[in-house]
């Protein structure tokens, strides 16, 4: 909005120059919000990850927020603005300039003196800048650059790693790093003893039945990580020692004896025992009474999380096979971590498809020139490929936090896309160098400072120690860096090579007769 302000004829009175501020910058700004709304909106119902749902919704409210508040509140500063700039702007408190009578429309129509109002900054990136990058040996030059860009990031984006830990949720100065390291050198390297849970009981009077579950303990016993029978904590075994010495016993009326069972449960060897099953009540002495149970064993050497997450899904793998228990297992080491170490490069993947062809479907509503669509569609991957190869480089890790910076990433490279593209479908320029230059001179300048503003207000983020802000602060950089070469290198550059001479607008191409 404030480099269609500037571009406008200052002899316009504020109320014209306004209008053509909204025609000119309205549709663009509609088209990046909608479009950021969209994006953050679609990892929302996408995202499995609770933390980067909660990101994508409440900045989707923000995006809506500021949109309203853009063509709202600051169009109404921008108009008070205009109306003190005869005496000095808005600092005509501290200093006032002689005012300048405002010409009227037919005054402005009439004058026969070709005056430039742009400002200084805006001549130089459409008389200097614009010519510059269109140059042959330029060119060539920046597309090599590109190309090694783009291999750069490919490799980053195969080479990325999925790593979620407890750890990149503290600040490394926090004390409970300490522990954290510890836990994960000594603790589950050590020893790790998970809790299976029998949620249907068998019959324990059928041999079958026992025979079954002794299996499925076995192999539970016998996986690479496993300590072995020896660290195998199981109640049933236990009270089968203890019937036997009871000859008189027979498994087949005597097993679910309410008498055996609270003598064994009452005893002081087997009262650790009572917490692990769980009895119904109004049954006949005698039939089954037992309604779940659980039992323990344990296992060694899992000091990393793909240790960790190789070893559960195992685990997993081995009571799915045993269906007529019920079984599930809890009691270790953050499952709900190690399940979306699974799942969060699958989504990430859902995601970012999802929001670049959500994008690209939008586009299409604003902008009607099908190779501006195409550009702004271009431009988006190469910028998010770029962003997730950079966070690979740079020594970041795919996991919930990163997942929610490439979201965000995204949302901020549609902005430098949609304003080149669509100014230069504007342009009313003949040829695609005159294009070229009349985009940057109005949309240039604004780019560079919305980049560099967001780069300054990141300068302090990098002494903050802690994991979140670091990824956060490499993503911004990288989304700004990129997008800024993108918009004000390849983009111009691309567009104005493939764009043919002849494609001009139509009030140039059949005139109308006076």
Known sequence: M???????????????RMAITMNDAGVSITVTSITNFGCFALGYFLCSTPAVADFCILTACGVMFDYMFQITFFASIMVYGGRKEPSGGLMSCCYRNNPDNNGTDLQVAKTDIDVDTKPYIHRLFGEVYAPFILRKDVMIVSWIIFVGYALLAIYGCSSIIVDISPKKYIRDNSPIQTFVHLADKYIWADNVMPTFYVMNAPDLRDAGARARLNELIYRLEHTQYSIGRVSTNFWLWEYQRFLNDFPDVEYDTGFYDQKYLNDFFSQFDYQQ??????????????????????????????????????????????????????????????????????????????????????MAMISIFFLPDKQSVFF???????????????????????????????????????????????????????????????????????IVQAGGSTLVGMATLPFIPAYLVRVFFQTVVLVNVIGLSHALIWLPQLISALDPCERVPIRFRHPRSD
């Open 2 to 16: 404030l480099g269609a302000w500037r571009s406008s004829d200052r002899r316009f009175p504020v109320e014209k």
């Open 273 to 358: 025992y009572r917490p692990h099953v769980k009895m119904k009540a109004n049954v006949t002495n005698g039939e089954p009474c037992i309604a779940a149970f659980t039992f323990q064993t344990s296992f060694y050497g899992l000091d990393s999380w793909d240790k960790r997450q190789a070893e559960l899904f195992h685990w997993r793998r081995i009571i799915s096979e045993y269906e007529e228990f019920d079984m599930f297992l809890a009691g270790i080491f953050s499952p709900f971590l190690i399940d979306q170490r699974k799942s969060i490069a699958p989504s990430s993947m859902q995601s970012i498809g999802s929001a670049i062809a959500v």
């Open 376 to 446: 702004m569609t271009w431009s988006l991957l190469s910028i998010s490929m770029g962003v997730c190869g950079g966070l690979s480089v740079w020594g970041s890790d795919l996991d919930s936090v990163s997942m929610g910076c490439i979201v965000m990433a995204i949302g901020l490279a549609v902005d430098f896309s949609v304003h080149i593209c669509y100014r230069y479908h504007r342009s009313e320029e003949i040829t695609a160098s005159e294009k070229v230059r009349d985009t940057l001179s109005v949309v240039g300048w604004p």
